[in-house]
């Protein structure tokens, strides 16, 4: 069965803006801190965001000021806002429980391209 959904990606120039969303199964989001990561070009997946059940968060310094992430509980669902995207951004954003014994399988991902 499909665990994690990822969506919302695209293609925006340098300074644009876009919001991914992941659906989760409950049995991965419920009471979990999740997280996004990234794969970009040439580089291993990096976590760039966590949140946890109570809404504490996160950031990678390279995404700080620019990205937030947030979840509705009630929806099994993570977001993340992405603001002011550099073509360095560019890559497949990821969700997944923080915690690795409480992981899924890994998604799709949805892919970003920030042109410059």
């Known amino acids: 069965q499909v665990q994690l959904v990822e969506s919302g990606g695209g293609l925006v120039q340098a300074g644009g803006s876009l919001r991914l969303s992941c659906a989760a199964s409950g049995s991965i989001f419920s009471r979990n801190a999740m997280g996004w990561y990234r794969r970009t070009p040439g580089n291993q997946r990096e976590l760039v965001a966590t949140i946890t059940d109570g809404g504490i968060t996160t950031y990678a310094d390279s995404v700080k000021g620019r990205f937030t992430i947030s979840r509705d509980n009630a929806k099994n669902t993570v977001y993340l806002q992405m603001n002011n995207l550099k073509p360095e951004d560019t890559g497949v954003y990821y969700c997944?429980?923080?915690?690795?014994?409480?992981?899924?399988?890994w998604g799709q991902g949805t892919q970003v391209t920030v042109s410059s």
């Open positions: 997944n429980a923080i915690m690795i014994q409480k992981r899924g399988s």
